[in-house]
């Protein structure tokens, strides 16, 4: 009887030692993400607004005409005559998207797009008004296949303005991000528009 009471005690106290060195079982509370965070691969749907140049980075463009497979590369700088030549070993490049966060002033800082891969077409996303006709007609001297898009925030505001966009011969849509869409301001634009409303 004694030895049983003994093997009992050991098994209790074996028992109790395992629950003492298992793992913790109450609840944490989980930590924020770090400072800078979007809070997960696909960002928090509650951030914060931002500016036209932050909304803007990396889009994702979709043409339903283009049935093929086909890589897209994307960057939000104006890429290198290096990072064009890296792309020669993305198999089935088809597009490249270049999303800026400003205009860039020359032709000189636009002339490493002329190493773009033979096979691809490029696409650059530009935010706001051209800030000087230089800025607009510096694309114009591109010696490759380009789509240019420009988004802005509201109506023109000048007349000027609208004929800069116009001399821009790669320039394909204007996007105004506008809370309620208006044309007002945009008679003499002759690309075609289209709006974009940003729901919180």
Same mark, same amino acid.
């Given at each position: 009887m004694?030895?049983?009471?003994l093997?009992?005690?050991?098994?209790?106290?074996?028992i109790a030692?395992c629950m003492?060195?298992?793992? !913790?079982s109450?609840a944490?509370?989980p930590?924020p993400?770090?400072?800078?965070s979007?809070?997960?691969?696909?960002?928090?749907?509650?951030?914060e607004r931002?500016?036209?140049?932050?909304?803007?980075?990396?889009?994702?463009?979709?043409?339903r005409?283009?049935?093929?497979? *086909?890589?897209?590369?994307?960057?939000?700088?104006?890429?290198?005559a290096?990072?064009?030549?890296?792309?020669?070993?993305?198999p089935?490049?088809?597009?490249v998207?270049?999303?800026?966060p400003?205009?860039p %002033?020359?032709?000189?800082?636009?002339?490493?797009?002329?190493?773009?891969p033979a096979e691809?077409?490029?696409?650059v996303?530009?935010?706001g008004?051209?800030?000087?006709r230089?800025?607009?007609?510096?694309?114009?001297?591109?010696?490759?296949?380009?789509?240019?898009?420009?988004? !802005?925030? *509201?109506?023109?505001?000048?007349?000027? !303005?609208?004929?800069?966009?116009?001399t821009?011969?790669y320039l394909?849509?204007?996007?105004a991000?506008?809370?309620?869409p %208006?044309?007002?301001?945009?008679?003499?634009l002759?690309?075609?528009?289209?709006?974009?409303?940003l !729901?919180?």
């Open positions: 004694k030895t049983l009471k093997a009992a005690m050991f098994a209790a106290g074996l030692g003492a060195a298992g793992p !913790v109450t944490r509370t930590q993400p770090p400072s800078g979007a809070g997960g691969p696909l960002g928090s749907p509650f951030a931002h500016d036209i140049a932050v909304t803007l980075a990396t889009p994702l463009i979709i043409d005409a283009d049935l093929g497979l *086909g890589t897209t590369a994307q960057f939000d700088r104006l890429p290198t290096a990072d064009l030549n890296d792309l020669l070993r993305v089935a490049l088809t597009h998207v270049v999303s800026l400003g205009w %002033s020359d032709f000189e800082s636009l002339q490493p797009l002329g190493a773009l691809s077409d490029l696409i996303v530009l935010p008004y051209p800030p000087t230089a800025a607009a007609e510096a694309w114009n001297y591109l010696g490759t296949r380009a789509r240019l898009i420009v988004v !802005v925030s *509201g109506p023109p505001p000048t007349a000027t !303005v609208i004929n800069d966009l116009n821009m011969r394909e849509r204007v996007i991000q506008m809370d309620e %208006s044309r007002t301001g945009f008679d003499r002759q690309r075609p528009l289209s709006f974009r409303k !729901v919180e």
